[in-house]
Every structure is written in structure tokens, then in C-alpha cells.
T-cell receptor, first 116, second 116 residues
Framework: NAGVTQTPKFQVLKTGQSMTLQCAQDMNHNSMYWYRQDPGMGLRLIYYSASEGTTDKGEVPNGYNVSRLNKREFSLRLESAAPSQTSVYFC???????????????FGEGSWLTVV | AQTVTQSQPEMSVQEAETVTLSCTYDTSENNYYLFWYKQPPSRQMILVIRQEAYKQQNATENRFSVNFQKAAKSFSLKISDSQLGDTAMYFCALPTLQGGSEKLVFGKGMKLTVNP
């Protein structure tokens, strides 16, 4: 079972470059999420998508865009990378309406992004 | 707004000892779930335990148990007989529902080191 798959796993970017992080899930989940993890800050929500065709801003959306391409895929784009976007990025998915009912969220393995 | 607070950034314990990780939260919901996630050095996010607010009995999963104090909005994790493999970051998390969309709010995490 693949679960949640993120690519790439590692990337080094120069300031001002753009890139897209790809995420796909094979669990037929409606909801998908992008989090970033920074030391001492925990996991902070960047964007989320409750269903295909909808996206919403999370806690730290500035500098990012997302696309919910279809039910399986949710991509995160950095249009002009900045050193402050150096982080570990996690994609996650869940069954809509189930988090508050006690079902877990499923995470990808993370993408390490360094902006120099 | 729902918030999750983990005030201890780091702890260490000797192998076989018991350790308690603290978490406080704020929510306006009456019934809800709370989660503890473990993130070992591999960065994989692993669900450790969950607690439903309506249940008075504290959840237990093998060596992991919680002390849930609803009135105090406290949700601590107790690890008994600590093992080297328990070395990890631990995150407390609260599912929230906002505008019909669910998301998971995390605390800042606590780094636990189990020493031989």
C-alpha cells in the first residue's frame, strides 16, 4: 500500500527559483493537506483541500499556491522561493468528516527543501 | 480558535523509566478527539494514541496511556518502561472543524530522548 506519496524527497533551490511539490494518495480520501515543519514550531498548515476543486488557506499560506488536480493529487507550488521557505514539507490526507470523529490523518514521508 | 500547547520543548529519560509529556488545549467543542503522534528520526508521523472527550476512561495502548482532564483541558501522554525506540518528537494534536472543513492543529512538539 503506497498511502501518501510525495515527490521530490529532497530539493535545493536558489532564491527566486520556482518549484512544485507533488503529492498523491491512493486511499480515496477527499481531504488533503500541506504542512510545513520547522524546529520549535511544530507542524503548521499551509493549505488544505476538503474536496476536489476546493482549496483553502491554512495558517501560513503566504508564498505558496496549491492545485487540487483531481481527487488523488494535491500539489504545492513555490513561485519565487525564499530562504524562509527552507523547511520540511508534509502532505497528508484524510476521509472528510472523519478527523473530528477520531480517525487519523495519513502523512507522506516528507520533502526536505532548502533555499539558498 | 482551537489551540494546542506543548510547553516542554525537550526531555530525556533513562531506559525503563516512566515519562509524562504534557499538552494543554483550547476548544469550544463539547465532544472532540485528541491525538498524540510520534515522529522518530526517520520523520515518519505515527499515530500513538487517541482519546475521545466523551469517554471518561483514559485511553491505553500497550506502554502508552493518557491522562485526560477535560475540565482542565489537559491531555498528557505517559510512556511506561521507556525504550530506546521511543526516542522521537512527540506532537499533541486536536482536530478542528471550521467552515465545514476539517483540519488538524498541532502543538509545537517535544523532543524525547531515551538514554541507555
Amino acid at each position: 500500500n503506497a498511502g501518501v506519496t510525495q515527490t521530490p524527497k529532497f530539493q535545493v533551490l536558489k532564491t527566486g527559483q520556482s518549484m512544485t511539490l507533488q503529492c498523491a494518495q491512493d486511499m480515496n480520501h477527499n481531504s488533503m493537506y500541506w504542512y510545513r515543519q520547522d524546529p520549535g514550531m511544530g507542524l503548521r498548515l499551509i493549505y488544505y483541500s476538503a474536496s476536489e476543486g476546493t482549496t483553502d488557506k491554512g495558517e501560513v499560506p503566504n508564498g505558496y499556491n496549491v492545485s487540487r488536480l483531481n481527487k488523488r493529487e494535491f500539489s504545492l507550488r513555490l513561485e519565487s522561493a525564499a530562504p524562509s521557505q527552507t523547511s520540511v514539507y508534509f502532505c497528508a490526507s484524510s476521509t472528510t468528516g472523519q478527523l473530528t470523529s477520531g480517525n487519523t490523518i495519513y502523512f507522506g514521508e516528507g520533502s526536505w527543501l532548502t533555499v539558498v | 480558535a482551537q489551540t494546542v500547547t506543548q510547553s516542554q520543548p525537550e526531555m530525556s529519560v533513562q531506559e525503563a523509566e516512566t515519562v509524562t509529556l504534557s499538552c494543554t488545549y483550547d476548544t469550544s467543542e463539547n465532544n472532540y478527539y485528541l491525538f498524540w503522534y510520534k515522529q522518530p528520526p526517520s520523520r515518519q508521523m505515527i499515530l500513538v494514541i487517541r482519546q475521545e472527550a466523551y469517554k471518561q476512561q483514559n485511553a491505553t495502548e500497550n506502554r502508552f496511556s493518557v491522562n485526560f482532564q477535560k475540565a482542565a483541558k489537559s491531555f498528557s501522554l505517559k510512556i511506561s518502561d521507556s525504550q530506546l525506540g521511543d526516542t522521537a518528537m512527540y506532537f499533541c494534536a486536536l482536530p478542528t472543524l471550521q467552515g465545514g472543513s476539517e483540519k488538524l492543529v498541532f502543538g509545537k512538539g517535544m523532543k524525547l530522548t531515551v538514554n541507555p
